[in-house]
């Protein structure tokens, strides 16, 4: 259910969720163990009982990440089940979830209680602003939709040949075209080149095979069309 991901993080795969044209897209979260035992859940699943015991093995959550305008249809289960717990919502997302109880909005400092383990970057485009994170204990690069990849073969008929055509598919995470577009029109050239400062030791995203070798080189080749 939770695979380690390296030191004092985690991931879980969550259900296959549907989109806009009938498009779909597996799921995947994130786990990371503050020093201080602290948990912090990074763009919550549609969870499972088994998800909740796992986790709450690992100790207790004190912070649930909804890393981008996209990623929140599961927060009021966790919120449920984590009650005392802060959400911290990407920028936009509090206007667009007034049913929800929110702490503070994520920004380019990181919030006091993980300042010095978790630094981030909001990267601003047309589609979602996304908060991009670094969990400096595992050298981890966290995004959420800006890098995508799946298998070929993962759509069929017509859908197939956009997913192709969008970057979508492939053996190597992507940035898909939309978000390229998306990307350009709100100038992140100078958030991303600060992604690319850090010292990355692998790459996860919610939606693609995760980076594990050559970070760094990974990441500039995925972004060298936006930052030279």
Same mark, same amino acid.
């Given at each position: 259910?939770?695979?380690?991901f390296?030191?004092d993080i985690w991931i879980?795969?969550?259900?296959v969720v549907s989109?806009i044209?009938g ?6 979260m ?14 919550p ?6 998800? @909740?015991?796992?986790i709450d093995?690992?100790g ?12 929140h249809?599961?927060?009021? #289960? ?5 009650? &005392?717990a ?11 979830r007034?049913?929800?109880a929110f ?8 919030h006091?209680?993980?300042?010095g383990e978790i ?7 047309s ?5 991009? @994170? @670094? ?5 981890s690069?966290?995004? &959420? ?5 799946m ?5 069929s ?11 979508? &598919?492939?053996?190597?995470?992507r ?8 990307l350009?029109a709100r ?11 850090w ?8 939606h693609?095979t995760?980076? &594990?070798? #050559? ?7 995925? @972004? ?5």
């Amino acid at each position: 259910m939770l695979e380690s991901f390296g030191p004092d993080i985690w991931i879980a795969d969550g259900p296959v969720v549907s989109a806009i044209a009938g498009f779909h897209y597996p799921t995947r979260m994130a786990v990371i163990r503050l020093k201080n035992g602290t948990l912090v859940i990074w763009s919550p699943v549609t969870p499972s009982p088994e998800l @909740f015991d796992a986790i709450d093995a690992l100790g207790p959550v004190g912070h649930i990440l909804a890393p981008n305008t996209l990623h929140h249809l599961a927060l009021p #289960d966790w919120h449920m089940r984590y009650p &005392t717990a802060l959400i911290h919502p990407a920028p936009g997302l509090a206007e667009k979830r007034t049913d929800l109880a929110f702490s503070s909005d994520l920004g380019d400092a990181p919030h006091l209680a993980w300042a010095g383990e978790i630094d981030q970057i909001v990267v601003p485009n047309s589609i979602a602003d996304e908060v991009v @994170f @670094f969990h400096k204990a595992s050298g981890s690069v966290i995004f &959420t939709d800006l890098l995508q990849n799946m298998p070929r073969g993962w759509y069929s008929g017509w859908r197939s040949i956009v997913a192709r055509l969008d970057l979508m &598919t492939g053996t190597t995470p992507r940035v898909p075209r939309k978000f390229r577009m998306a990307l350009r029109a709100r100038k992140a050239a100078e958030p991303i080149s600060r992604v690319l400062d850090w010292p990355a030791e692998r790459v996860l995203m919610a939606h693609g095979t995760p980076v &594990t070798n #050559d970070a760094q080189s990974y990441l500039r080749s995925a @972004f060298g069309w936006l930052v030279k």
